[in-house]
């Protein structure tokens, strides 16, 4: 996988939120961030045009972490967990090119349940802190056991 590095800014950090109305761009505190704001709306209109859709993308399990951990220790499954925020490029990114990549998708299916968490809302907050995630994204692994067993921080391609 390839690695690149991206833990948060001090402004970031700051939990500084980014203004997601093109039109407040010009009151908005963090400029570059609102600039990716409307950056993201265009793409995201353009994308909505396509015709061609992904062929497969990552499942992610719909529960809350305490269901996740239940169903993984029933379902003798391991699990990934991928730890976002809101602000962060490179989740984006992931979210559109990795996780919709049919090989990830159909590895993922096939030996893992999925889960993704915003470490800035409810239980993200707390599986942040609780397994030291100091960049995003960052994408845990862990036994069926719930047992942490590595991490890989920053955009993976899906390589």
Same mark, same amino acid.
């Given at each position: 996988?390839?690695?690149?590095?991206?833990?948060?800014?001090?402004?970031?950090?700051? /939990?500084?939120?980014?203004?997601?109305?093109?039109? %407040?761009?010009?009151? +908005? #505190?963090?400029? !570059?961030?609102?600039?990716? =704001?409307?950056?993201?709306?265009?793409?995201?209109?353009?994308?909505?045009?396509?015709?061609?859709?992904?062929?497969?993308?990552?499942?992610?399990?719909?529960?809350?972490?305490?269901?996740?951990?239940?169903?993984?220790?029933?379902?003798?499954?391991?699990?990934?967990?991928?730890?976002?925020?809101?602000?962060?490029?490179?989740? /984006?990114?992931?979210?559109?090119?990795?996780?919709? %990549?049919?090989?990830? +998708? #159909?590895?993922? !299916?096939?030996?893992?349940? =999925?889960?993704?968490?915003?470490?800035?809302?409810?239980?993200?907050?707390?599986?942040?802190?609780?397994?030291?995630?100091?960049?995003?994204?960052?994408?845990?692994?862990?036994?069926?056991?719930?047992?942490?067993?590595?991490?890989?921080?920053?955009?993976?391609?899906?390589?």
């Amino acid at each position: 996988m390839a690695m690149h590095h991206h833990a948060p800014s001090h402004e970031a950090t700051a /939990k500084a939120k980014c203004t997601q109305k093109a039109q %407040d761009c010009a009151l +908005a #505190t963090k400029k !570059s961030c609102c600039m990716q =704001a409307q950056n993201d709306q265009v793409a995201y209109a353009s994308l909505q045009g396509a015709t061609t859709l992904p062929t497969a993308e990552v499942k992610f399990f719909a529960g809350t972490w305490k269901e996740l951990l239940a169903k993984a220790e029933k379902d003798k499954k391991p699990f990934w967990v991928d730890v976002y925020t809101t602000w962060c490029g490179p989740c /984006k990114i992931m979210a559109k090119n990795t996780f919709t %990549d049919e090989t990830v +998708a #159909t590895a993922s !299916s096939k030996s893992f349940l =999925a889960y993704k968490i915003d470490a800035e809302q409810s239980d993200g907050i707390k599986v942040a802190s609780d397994y030291n995630v100091k960049a995003y994204p960052t994408i845990l692994f862990f036994g069926a056991d719930g047992k942490l067993l590595g991490r890989e921080e920053g955009l993976q391609d899906p390589d």
